[in-house]
């Protein structure tokens, strides 16, 4: 992974431009050690936590996007279901919904606020 390839890779899948050059700009090699290590500890996704999903009681969101190319959507509905979350799934939107989306997102997240707060 080098500075270039990510932000290309960042901006084909949605990031805007200023945020891919800012997510780049932090490329070295902590960040890819970090991210290779986090990548090789992810052998069994889910299996550690699935059984903890079933006491979560509290209210919960779950922002996906739609188009997310390392997650589909059905894994955002699946985690939705799972701990009686509301999905919210951001259409038009890749794995980086907060960046592509950031107005829309805000408001959702003052409206589950707002929600919780009110009971």
């Avoid at 701990?83 to 951001?90: E, K, P, Y």
């Avoid at 794995?95 to 959702?108: G, I, K, M, S, T």
Wanted: hydrophobic share 45%.
């Amino acid at each position: 992974m080098t500075a270039p390839a990510l932000r290309k890779i960042l901006v084909a899948a949605g990031v805007p431009a200023a945020d891919a050059e800012e997510t780049a700009r932090h490329v070295d090699a902590t960040m890819k050690r970090c991210i290779l290590a986090l990548y090789r500890s992810a052998v069994h996704v889910g299996r550690e936590w699935s059984d903890d999903l079933r006491r979560i009681t509290v209210p919960g969101l779950v922002p996906w996007g739609e188009l997310d190319p390392y997650a589909a959507s059905r894994f955002g509905a699946r985690l939705a279901e799972r701990t009686n979350a509301r999905l919210v799934s951001w259409p038009g939107c890749s794995h980086w919904w907060q960046l592509e989306r950031p107005d829309a997102v805000a408001d959702e997240l003052q409206r589950f606020w707002k929600e919780v707060r009110d009971g």
